[in-house]
């Protein structure tokens, strides 16, 4: 049993998952102070304020805080934007680039769901090869 369990602790991608799953922890804390420290205070420069939280609106004595959601739809297009510009524009730039250098064609748009489904039934539809 114990022997069992080794064996799928030090399987690869056990192994892999765990220091992804380190990493990513780490990796919020530099994009949120990313967010927090720099991009926030951006926006603060340009709308002239930095905390919507108190912006609210009250019908038949219910209070609406529309402001808190601001500031988390803010805060999530500032992550999504981070990420994409800082981590996956120039991760897919490496990529293509490491292509061109191994003389490979460019990487082709992956087919939608449509055209797969597709692909799978023309396939079906074809006889198989007669032996």
Known sequence: MLKGFKAFIMRGNVVDLAVA??????????????VTDLLTPLIAAIFGKQDFSALTF????STFRYGAFINALIA??????????FVVAPLNHLAER????????????????????????DLLRTPPPRV
């Open 21 to 34: 799953f380190v990493m990513g922890a780490a990796f919020v804390a530099v994009v949120t102070s990313l």
């Open 98 to 121: 490491k292509r061109r250098k191994a003389g490979l064609p460019p990487a082709e748009e992956p087919l939608t769901e449509v055209e797969l489904l597709t692909e799978m039934r």
């Open 58 to 61: 009250t019908v038949n004595h």
């Open 76 to 85: 999530f297009v500032l992550i999504a934007a981070a990420l994409y510009f």
